[in-house]
């Protein structure tokens, strides 16, 4: 029944709105089941019933693409964490697709089978080395069923290069996406470039995620545009940015930030940013639009319901949820009601009831 | 095999930490399970996935009650609601029990039954009314296995000296608490008063839950302390205060807030604000410690792991949770490896990265 | 001529408004002339064209009472400061009335001899050698020309008693404010308790200065009024508070502040939170309206011009003043013209362009 | 006497650092003698004491340079405001130059005749209009004994470089600031080749005054002084920035932001950042250093006191000021005491005691 599905290049090429999904390591710390640090997924097989209902709460929140939970799912970076002795890569890999695979299928979800970072790339640049990892990844995701591959959070436009090469083989869709900044990875090559190498290696998709917040990721996904435009390339363009508002990140982003990755409560988004966002992200062009971590499920459906009207529908998740606070108006003290209108949230500059902690912090690090 | 556990008067009465569950209705409706507004809890029967993984993480976390997901689900609340039209209440009060039970018996957890406040009450202030729909709920519960019954938000001390009078009837332990501050009740009623009333009518536990932040909370629960000292009376303490940082709340709370209820998140506790809360209200004399609205699974697993010394054992989420950062000990960057500290963490001060936004709100209504 | 003025009590007996001056100590360290730490007024002798100025500003801006530079101005307090090796008190005091004079007589200003705490009652308590102390600086100014007597910045109602009973065998008015917080006096005596004694030692007119923010302040004067109601007596009143916002001070006042003395920058009061000071004093039954530390020139006439209606007339430096920012309305910029408006100053909330700052801070000491 | 003064020019091409003064109009309104909106300088005439003694305190703060109180003092400006009708602008220039004269003798000071951007350069382009108009403003300054020009306030570059062609036929040393930012002049031209022109025009010092903050106008003076080097021109550098934070001023400068003029208080450099700047701006190589609206007396013997030691001593004013706090020293309290070194007040982040305030501002206009 799957097969049926529209795929992801079919929806893009349609010129449709693809909301992508949320965070999946920072929620799975704060509901028990990852280790802050290394961050590593083993949660796929140890407690599947958690990784479970959270791809379910973001499908209902409207999702179109779920990814796999096989974050820095690659044999070396499970080895160094030391957060598994009795699981192997494979094992996690290949169960995160039968999960994932199990809730888009509740829903009209596409499958993406996701790949990032490796520890090898940072201490041997070896080309070989580093594609036999991704080459062994992509292998578990295609003893399952899956819809296309995703390369993301790469610091380094040239491993991701790598990535999407191997990827390509598969003969299948190829998003690609770097966690930079503006000013570009971090060899110092501009989105603009790192665009265009990336496109030139076969990725359908191209865009930035994690790291920064949704209009600084905004402004580098514009830089990548215009690179490829300038380059006469075509690609699509995708988002998924930090929940959190980070607007003194430097370079390194939100690793720089004092607050990470213990303290980060007061910076993140409420919904109403999340409108803002998606509106934006939208105009810009983008048209697959997701979050990266600190994006729960409501700000997923916050997405789809800024982009009702352009996708024609609304989640299943929206049944519970008034649109702009509507469902305040029942509210039994009048100034609650009074928050029933859209002017209210839009507007509201929200106190963090900390008056002793200053609003910016210095960053930490390069 | 759940007869077997120890009551929650017998751990009480040793002494014991007893740590409470954390707050359901905000964040299922952050899930997309509970529609803000009416908060009812349909989601009992309509997803009991989303209920019972919520229950699952805050047993993992180290909380030794899981209330039954009964918030508001008096007949008279549901229908005015008009969230559920083919559901009755007996049908969510029964699924909630059997979720909470199946839940708790995957480890040693205990069942608390759960009652509100009541439309009724503030509409006709009848006792035999209100009583009636206590008796109702009560009745639903005494079908299904649970511990002890907890009759929590209440505003005025009458209605929970009316609920705690008919609970009492089932022979099952009772506690509750009231969602005021330390002005008193809603009739200003001073919470040393409000305590006596309750222990005289028959409270095993008394306490505050919701509405304002934990170290308002503490205060209030002192002076129920010393209210029933004065009066030579004995009763367990316990507290289950909000997850967010509210200092400038008046008398009604949370709902006052311009931020209440879509825009609280630059107010959420750090979890290193919920050990310094963890502590205090232990220091404090209460021993049945938990939280409310904004209180998540990782809030729970600090009060947990602060209390850790006092209880004996660190919860099972703590397999997942380095103490005080550790885990960020191996991080790539070195000034992330920096902050696997205690130190580190009581001592930040966290910045919300909104420059234009106030730190502290004007409060709205009376 | 200055004989035809009207004397302090005649116009507090006639129900006038008496405007006050703003703070000598902090502005003339600020103009380089008074060393802060001792604060002592040797500037009176050695550069009496600055306190002339500063005398004269006040005038124009609409104060009617002019109190001498005489602060600390006590032979022991002189000579712990080591500030002055060939000025006596004597000569300090004696300038320092005959620059208030020379001023006061350009207008309709009238001259308040002012003494305060002393080093002496700190160490001693003795009433012989206090009382001595005060005496000694009575006779200085009974050399000159002064209207009536002013007792400030004791932190001791005791004190302040014993200077009141020296004071008032001048025959002449005497007024008597404390440093003290709506807690009372550094003894505990209560604000009522504290005017009921400074009453019956004599005081024709009791009140706050300095120390706590103008709100604050007015609390503290509303309970020296009830104290003074319960006790059937009868005394006018009146207050000169910081020009600084001091929401989290405690007992000790802003000397417990981080900021206390050389960053307290960004507390400054505006002109527009004078005007709601000036009518919150006035409404609480407050007629003598001055301040003190951090109360600058333009803070003094914002008091006159919103109590304008209420005294009849402008001072004359509103002739360089448009009300309300009217002298914007011509202003080159589209955007600055549109801030000529009473309500766009009125709702203002200033930020302080600090963003890693926080907004309160945490109070050392007691 | 004042003929055995060396000159501007003298001193800085010894290498020597020029302390400027401070803001004449900011303070000026706030003590009462000038009107906000237009900012003219009438004072002089009608309040010379006032003028005499801000030019005092100035001298007495270590100021090498008084700068006549001729702010706007056009012909055109001074009949546009309406603020004068009995008094000329020729009567202004004159008594101004007297009361710089007067006090400056007191010292070693200099005088320099200051002119700044007309009315008629906006309205009309027309250069031998605008000619016409410093020409007279210079005739008046040379029927005194002023010792150098000054240019400054000037947004456009092109009227700068007119004011100076003029100022140079006096045979008197030019000096020209620019109220720009980083990006440049009005018209778009940088800083850079802004300071060419200058330069080009026959000013011997150039640089910024007003508008921004020191720190962004360190750059603007930097990006100037690149410009000249790449011009293979030389020119002494100068820099009269605001004392307020304004890290958020878009290009217009402080008048965009919404605390302009009335409610900047928040916004005031304490006379840390002072020495902050005055390093930083002699790192930058700039050796006239002073301030504008905002720069208070004790801002200038901050600047005064930071460099002591390349200038080889203290001002006057220093004899009342302990450095870095160190008059606390013997204060009662021991927590004050503790604040009496460096290290204290380099690494405070002053609160602002206004917690419903944002920290920072969404600019106004363009």
Same mark, same amino acid.
């Given at each position: ?226 690179? %490829?435009?300038? &380059?006469?390339? *075509?690609?699509? #363009?995708?988002?998924?940015? $930090?929940?959190? =508002? +980070? ?66 529908? %609304?989640?299943? &998740?929206?049944? *519970?949820?008034? #649109?702009?606070?509507?469902? $305040?108006?029942? =509210? +039994? ?34």
């Amino acid at each position: 029944m799957e097969n049926k599905k529209r795929g992801i290049l079919e929806r893009l090429n349609a010129g449709e709105v693809v909301v992508g999904d949320g965070g999946y390591v920072l929620q799975l710390e704060r509901r028990g089941y990852v280790k802050a640090g290394h961050w590593t997924p083993e949660a796929a097989v140890e407690h599947p019933e958690a990784v479970r209902q959270l791809h379910r709460e973001f499908l209902r929140a409207g999702a179109n693409v779920l990814q796999t939970f096989t974050f820095y799912c690659s044999e070396d970076k499970l080895e160094i964490s030391g957060n598994v002795t009795n699981i192997t890569g494979a094992q996690i890999n290949e169960a995160a697709c039968d999960l994932a695979r199990e809730v888009a299928n509740e829903g009209d979800g596409l499958v993406a089978g996701g790949v990032s970072q490796t520890p090898c790339y940072l201490n041997s640049q070896n080309e070989t080395e580093v594609k036999a990892i991704f080459k062994k990844q992509m292998d578990d995701f295609l003893k399952k069923d899956i819809d296309f591959f995703m390369a993301e959070f790469f610091s380094y436009v040239e491993e991701a290069v790598w990535a999407v090469e191997v990827l390509k083989t598969s003969g299948k869709p190829v998003g690609a996406t770097l966690c930079i900044s503006p000013e570009g990875d971090m060899s110092g090559v501009p989105p603009g470039e790192c665009a265009v190498r990336l496109v030139k290696a076969g990725a359908d998709i191209v865009g930035v995620n994690c790291h920064l917040d949704p209009l600084t990721c905004i402004r580098t996904v514009k830089l990548m545009k215009e690179g %490829l435009e300038k &380059a006469g390339l *075509k690609a699509h #363009l995708m988002i998924q940015p $930090l929940g959190f =508002h +980070t607007p003194e990140c430097n370079h390194s982003g939100y690793l720089s930030l004092p607050e990470f990755p213990f303290a980060l409560e007061a910076r993140a988004m409420t919904r109403w940013d999340v409108h803002k966002y998606a509106r934006e992200a939208y105009n810009a062009g983008i048209r697959y639009i997701g979050g990266c971590c600190g994006f729960e499920t409501y700000h997923i459906r916050a997405i789809s319901e800024e982009l009702a009207a352009e996708r024609g529908f %609304l989640p299943p &998740a929206s049944e *519970k949820h008034g #649109l702009w606070g509507a469902g $305040l108006q029942m =509210h +039994t003290k009048p100034w609650v009601r009074a928050r029933a209108r859209r002017e209210y949230w839009e507007n509201l500059l929200p106190a963090s009831g900390r008056p002793t902690c200053p609003s910016m912090a210095k960053p930490d690090g390069e």
